[in-house]
C-alpha cells in the first residue's frame, strides 16, 4: 500500500503520466545575428545585435551571445537614425539609434538599440530622416560617470547615405 492509499505500481503510473504531462520545451530561437564574412559588407538590423538583458541590468560581457561577439570588425551596413546633439554639419561622432523616439539612449535605454559612430575622413550632417552607416563594427563598452554601461557598440564610419 502507498501513502496515497494505492498499490506503488499505481505512484508509478501516476508519476508516467505526469512525465509525459509536461510539455517539451520549445527549441531555443534561432540567431538571426549574420555569420561574418571577412573582406565583405554584410547589411545588419538592429534586431541582429538584440539579445537578452532586463531593462536598467547591469550589463556582463557574458550576456552577448556568441554570434553577435563573432561580428568583431566585420564590415557591416545598419540603417538608423542620428541622435540630435548640438553639432549640425560635418559631425564626426554621434550616436546611431533604433528609431528617432527619445527613449533609444540613456537611462532606461536597451544597450543594443544603439551604437556610437566614429566617422573616418569626413563628417556627415545632422538629418532627422533614417540614415545608412557602413562601417567596421566592434565592441567596447561606454560608462557614464557613475561607472554604468551606456553602450555597447561602436562603428569606425566609413560611409553614410
Not at 508509478?12 to 573582406?39: C, F, I, R, W, Y
Not at 545608412?132 to 561606454?142: A, D, L, R
Request: charged share 30%; hydrophobic share 30%.
Amino acid at each position: 500500500m502507498s501513502k496515497t492509499g494505492g498499490t506503488n505500481e499505481d505512484d508509478a503510473d501516476t508519476e508516467n503520466m505526469l512525465a509525459v504531462a509536461d510539455p517539451p520545451k520549445p527549441p531555443a530561437p534561432k540567431s538571426t545575428t549574420p555569420k561574418p564574412q571577412p573582406g565583405k559588407t554584410i547589411d545588419m538590423t538592429f534586431d541582429d545585435i538584440k539579445f537578452d538583458i532586463e531593462a536598467d541590468a547591469n550589463f556582463e560581457r557574458s550576456m552577448l551571445p556568441q554570434p553577435i561577439e563573432d561580428l568583431k570588425k566585420q564590415k557591416i551596413r545598419i540603417g538608423g537614425y542620428i541622435l540630435p546633439g548640438f553639432q549640425s554639419r560635418d559631425i564626426k561622432q554621434f550616436v546611431l539609434v533604433r528609431d528617432n523616439m527619445e527613449c533609444c539612449f540613456g537611462p532606461g535605454a536597451a544597450l543594443y538599440d544603439c551604437i556610437l559612430v566614429e566617422m573616418s575622413g569626413r563628417g556627415v550632417d545632422f538629418t532627422v530622416r533614417p540614415v545608412t552607416v557602413e562601417g567596421e563594427f566592434t565592441i567596447q563598452e561606454y560608462k557614464d560617470g557613475e561607472g554604468k554601461v551606456r553602450a555597447i557598440y561602436h562603428l569606425q564610419g566609413t560611409n553614410v547615405r
